[in-house]
C-alpha cells in the first residue's frame, strides 16, 4: 500500500490564481481530511469527508473547496490564492468515520506571493 | 483561550530521562488523541483513547477524564524520540489540536 499520497509536495503560486492539491488513499478509508498548520498556531481543520459524496466543513474553510467523488481521493481547491493561505497542508485518513487523523500525508508546502 | 492546551511548549532533556507531555482540555471531548511530528514535517498518530491507558513500547499515554487532561509518557528516552508532540481531542464532529510540544532530547 502507498498509503496517503500527496502533490505537490511545494507549490509557488501568485495571489489570485487557482490551483488544486491533490490527496489519494489505497486503504479503502472512509475518513478524509484536510489540515493547515502555521506556525504557533497548531494543524487546523479546513474540510473532512466520512463517505464517498459526503463533505463538510471544519475550523477554517473559507477560500477552499474540497470534493469527494471516489472513496480513494480527496482534492482541495484553492479558489483566489491569497497570502493568507501559505501554509503547509497535510491530507489525512482513517478507517473510523469519525474524525480521526490516523494516517497523514507528507504535506504540500505553498506559498502564495 | 485555546481548547486544548500543551506544556510545557519545549522540552530539552538528556538520553534515559523519564518524559512527561501534559495536555488539558476546556471542551467536552469523546477521544484524545497523540500525534508524533519528525523535522522535515512528518506527522504519525501515536495514540486515540477515551478512557484509561494505552501503551506502545516506550510511550504511554493517559487519560482523566473528569480531570480533562492527559498525559504522553516517553521511558528511557532516546535522541529519535526528538519531535514535536501534539495533542488533539474529538468534539462533535471536528477535531480540535493543541499547539505542540517541541521535544528535543541530547544524546
Known amino acids: 500500500?502507498?498509503?496517503?499520497?500527496?502533490?505537490?509536495?511545494?507549490?509557488?503560486?501568485?495571489?489570485?490564481?487557482?490551483?488544486?492539491?491533490?490527496?489519494?488513499?489505497?486503504?479503502?478509508?472512509?475518513?478524509?481530511?484536510?489540515?493547515?498548520?502555521?506556525?504557533?498556531?497548531?494543524?487546523?481543520?479546513?474540510?473532512?469527508?466520512?463517505?464517498?459524496?459526503?463533505?463538510?466543513?471544519?475550523?477554517?474553510?473559507?477560500?477552499?473547496?474540497?470534493?469527494?467523488?471516489?472513496?480513494?481521493?480527496?482534492?482541495?481547491?484553492?479558489?483566489?490564492?491569497?497570502?493568507?493561505?501559505?501554509?503547509?497542508?497535510?491530507?489525512?485518513?482513517?478507517?473510523?468515520?469519525?474524525p480521526d487523523p490516523k494516517y497523514f500525508g507528507p504535506g504540500t508546502r505553498l506559498t502564495v506571493t | 483561550k485555546n481548547e486544548v492546551e500543551q506544556s510545557p511548549q519545549?522540552?530539552?532533556?538528556?538520553?534515559?530521562?523519564?518524559?512527561?507531555?501534559?495536555?488539558?482540555?476546556s471542551v467536552?471531548?469523546?477521544?484524545?488523541h497523540w500525534l508524533q511530528q519528525h523535522p522535515g514535517g512528518g506527522i504519525v498518530s501515536l495514540f486515540m483513547l477515551s478512557s484509561g491507558k494505552k501503551k506502545h513500547g516506550r510511550l504511554i499515554a493517559t487519560i482523566n477524564i473528569q480531570e480533562k487532561h492527559s498525559s504522553l509518557h516517553i521511558t528511557a528516552s532516546h535522541p529519535r524520540d526528538s519531535a514535536v508532540y501534539i495533542c488533539a481531542g474529538n468534539r462533535d464532529d471536528?477535531?480540535?489540536?493543541?499547539?505542540?510540544?517541541r521535544l528535543h532530547i541530547l544524546p
Not at chain 2, 534515559?16 to 495536555?23: K, R
Request: proline share 4%; aromatic share 10%; with cysteine.
Open chain 2, 28 to 32: 467536552g471531548i469523546s477521544a484524545l
Open chain 2, 10 to 25: 519545549n522540552l530539552t532533556a538528556q538520553e534515559g530521562e523519564f518524559i512527561t507531555i501534559n495536555c488539558s482540555y
Open chain 1, 1 to 98: 500500500n502507498a498509503g496517503v499520497t500527496q502533490t505537490p509536495k511545494f507549490q509557488v503560486l501568485k495571489t489570485g490564481q487557482s490551483m488544486t492539491l491533490q490527496c489519494a488513499q489505497d486503504m479503502n478509508h472512509e475518513y478524509m481530511s484536510w489540515y493547515r498548520q502555521d506556525p504557533g498556531m497548531g494543524l487546523r481543520l479546513i474540510h473532512y469527508s466520512v463517505g464517498a459524496g459526503i463533505t463538510d466543513q471544519g475550523e477554517v474553510p473559507n477560500g477552499y473547496n474540497v470534493s469527494r467523488s471516489t472513496t480513494e481521493d480527496f482534492p482541495l481547491r484553492l479558489l483566489s490564492a491569497a497570502p493568507s493561505q501559505t501554509s503547509v497542508y497535510f491530507c489525512a485518513s482513517s478507517y473510523s468515520i469519525l
Open chain 2, 94 to 101: 471536528k477535531i480540535i489540536f493543541g499547539k505542540g510540544t
